[in-house]
């Protein structure tokens, strides 16, 4: 069973990296991570390109808010179950 994980940033430098971690650490076999970043202007994106190879889809792009960004995310997202 594949589990998406969406993670909307905007901003995140501060917290992100702890964020992209906590994911990286979990043992389950089939996790797909999708980031949904509204452009950020901050360093949110150059924590993200050093854990690229760690997320399997990244949209960085202005959006109408958090829950337009989560809703990109399930449109991409192919797991069986889908977390925030």
Known sequence: ???SIITATFNSAATLGDCLESIARQDWPDIE???ID???QDQTLDI???R???IATLISEPDDGIYAALNKGIQH???EVIGF
């Open 48 to 50: 993200i390109r050093q």
């Open 77 to 79: 997202a192919t797991g």
């Open 1 to 3: 069973m594949k589990i």
């Open 38 to 40: 509204g452009a950020s």
């Open 33 to 35: 991570h999708i980031v």
């Open 52 to 54: 690229r190879n760690q």
